[in-house]
């Protein structure tokens, strides 16, 4: 049981997806530091499950089973003041609303966040295994993972599952001794280092207000706002996302939510009125 005191989840296991998956199963058992390998996790029982969803699909016997049709909208961007993150909240599955209310901001540490973009249950269950092993790191070797390697950590697992029918597009975020940083990991373990990203099918909506509205040199409420104004509009023009804006500020001393959920549609007519309009043209 020591294990569960020094991962600080004595009274949530779960947050390690213990509650859905058996350790023995998963060959990731809480005793197991290491980086998993790709035979750690069982796969489907068949050569290529990427292909065989793909098949599957073109012979049309389960069209609701194969609809991976997935939208989100996720952004983070560094500037002056450290690094802002916002996301959307729906999850979707094809032309079906699953659910309002996801969380797509995983809280690695007190100083590193991820974003999920893609399949919900890929993204969050090796996120948060991505904390286990930076928090291992920690306890090993008595200092905070640095940004980098975190992200290569996550880029590396990816990389073991290339091919296999993984869905993620995620943004690794924080703050270490070097600064803020900000990098864009993807199912295919490709890493990337940048000022500004945003993944999901929402992007292109949100990069449109981004790259008009981006400076450096902005404060911090300048970068909220951008932050939410531009997720509002992915979520006015992408179906796909949705829910409620959540924004996350990262700075010297971590993380901080600045908000917590504001209803995309509340915003629309915010937004409406500022320009002397109702919201309903």
């Given at each position: ?77 560094v500037f002056q003041g450290g690094i ?51 928090r291992m790191h920690e306890l090993r ?136 309009c109702k919201g309903t043209e």
């Amino acid at each position: 049981m020591w294990i569960f005191d020094v991962l600080s989840c004595e009274q949530d296991p779960s947050s390690f997806g213990k509650s859905r998956f058996h350790e023995h199963d998963l060959g990731l058992g809480y005793d197991d530091f290491a980086t998993c390998e790709p035979e750690a996790f069982k796969m489907a029982p068949v050569d290529n499950p990427r292909q065989f969803c793909i098949d599957m699909k073109k012979t049309d016997q389960c069209p609701g089973l194969m609809d991976f049709k997935k939208g989100t909208t996720t952004l983070g961007f560094v500037f002056q003041g450290g690094i802002i993150i916002a996301v959307d909240s729906r999850a979707s599955m094809g032309s079906y609303i699953g659910s309002q209310t996801v969380k797509k901001v995983i809280e690695i540490n007190d100083r590193l966040l991820g974003t999920m973009a893609g399949g919900a249950a890929d993204c969050s269950f090796w996120e948060r295994h991505l904390a286990r092993l930076c928090r291992m790191h920690e306890l090993r070797d008595k200092e905070k993972i640095s940004v980098a390697a975190a992200s290569k950590l996550l880029a590396n697992i990816f990389w073991q599952y290339k091919g296999q029918g993984l869905s993620c597009g995620t943004m690794v975020a924080g703050w270490d001794n070097k600064g803020p940083s900000l990098y864009m990991v993807d199912d295919a373990g490709d890493r990337h280092k940048g000022n500004v990203f945003s993944v999901g099918s929402g992007s292109t909506f949100a990069y449109g207000v981004l790259d008009t509205g981006y400076r450096h040199d902005m404060s911090i409420d300048e970068a909220v706002e951008l932050g939410r104004r531009s997720i509002y509009h992915a979520t006015h023009r992408d179906g796909a996302s949705g829910g409620v804006v959540r924004v996350y500020h990262i700075h010297k001393d971590g993380w901080t939510k600045v908000i917590a959920g504001e209803d995309v549609s509340k915003l629309h007519y915010m937004y409406a009125e500022q320009k002397g309009c109702k919201g309903t043209e």
